[in-house]
Nanobody
Framework: QVQLVESGGGSVQPGGSLRLSCTTS????????IAWFRQAPGKEREPAAC???????VYADSVKGRFTISRDRARNTVDLQMNNLQPEDTAVYYC???????????????????????WGQGTRITVSP
């Protein structure tokens, strides 16, 4: 069973930065598109950023210019660098993996929850003064 593990959550003041990491010991992440989704209290889960197997990236308009998704092949992680965090970024952040090179749909223009079959447990980000 695929097990994704997120780390790096916490509390920060507006304008601050955090870096999330997603990893697994099950397989090399480089063969999969990886997305970071987030779910704010009382809201639906939404995509924040996604990286394809060719390392092209997709970002939600709300995070463009502030968030950067990247792969670290040596550590087998996909990281999400989040700068200039705002209260509206408060959410639980989940990493998710698609079906891979053979079966995966990739990020597309907007990552779809249904295209990502394995999920981490989530890590909470709180942005407040």
């Amino acid at each position: 069973q695929v097990q994704l593990v997120e780390s790096g959550g916490g509390s920060v003041q507006p304008g601050g930065s955090l870096r999330l990491s997603c990893t697994t010991s099950t397989f090399p992440l480089r063969y999969y598109s990886i997305a970071w989704f987030r779910q704010a209290p009382g809201k639906e889960r939404e995509p924040a950023a996604c990286i394809n197997t060719d390392d092209t990236t997709v970002y939600a308009d709300s995070v463009k210019g502030r968030f950067t998704i990247s792969r670290d092949r040596a550590r087998n992680t996909v990281d999400l660098q989040m700068n200039n965090l705002q209260p509206e970024d408060t959410a639980v952040y989940y990493c998710a993996v698609d079906g891979g090179l053979e079966y995966g749909q990739g990020c597309g223009e907007v990552p779809l929850i249904t295209d990502f079959g394995s999920w981490g447990q989530g890590t909470r980000i709180t942005v407040s003064p």
